[in-house]
């Protein structure tokens, strides 16, 4: 298999245009984490309704088993789980997934728990109950925004594609990559 020659990110999806030409679309994945399974399924649900590739996780554990296993775009990760709770696992997250942004969804946010979580890196903090329509927007907001890194000498990269040009030339053929 030949490495990509363009990357385009896009809101959904990530499109991969190889030297051939052939054009993949990879939509974006979300992993959903909470302890209550009525949540996590609503919120994969709505999710799933937009167009995103969405996995469910029930606890901490199971979790960080699937961050290692797969590659996500995106996590929604409750604060209060049994076990390991939300700010253990976007500790241990940090260090296997850097890059992947993590909305904290949480029924006890107190001001000391938010400022923990903007410290570790999560990149937004909601309070339960939410409007869901809020957070569709907050999910199309992170995943549009670019991913900050470190390089090597400390300088942060951003890395995003625009694919304005390159759609209006027009692409061969997608092919939908799981």
Known sequence: ??????????????????????????????????????????????????????????????????????????????????DIDGISVLKEVSQIAPSLKVIMISAYGSHSVRSMTKKLGAYRFLDKPFDLNRLIKIVKDALANPIRSKTSNGTKKVSQGRGQPLLKRGCPRFTDEE
């Open 1 to 82: 298999m030949s490495s990509p020659l363009i990357l385009i990110r896009f809101n959904k999806y990530i499109l991969k245009i190889d030297e051939g030409g052939k054009c993949i679309r990879r939509y974006k994945k979300i992993l959903v984490v909470d302890d209550d399974k009525d949540m996590c399924h609503i919120i994969s649900s709505i999710l799933k309704e937009e167009g995103y590739k969405v996995d469910k996780a029930y606890d901490g554990e199971q979790a960080i088993k699937k961050i290692k296993a797969k590659d996500y775009n995106l996590m929604i990760l409750d604060y209060k789980m049994p």
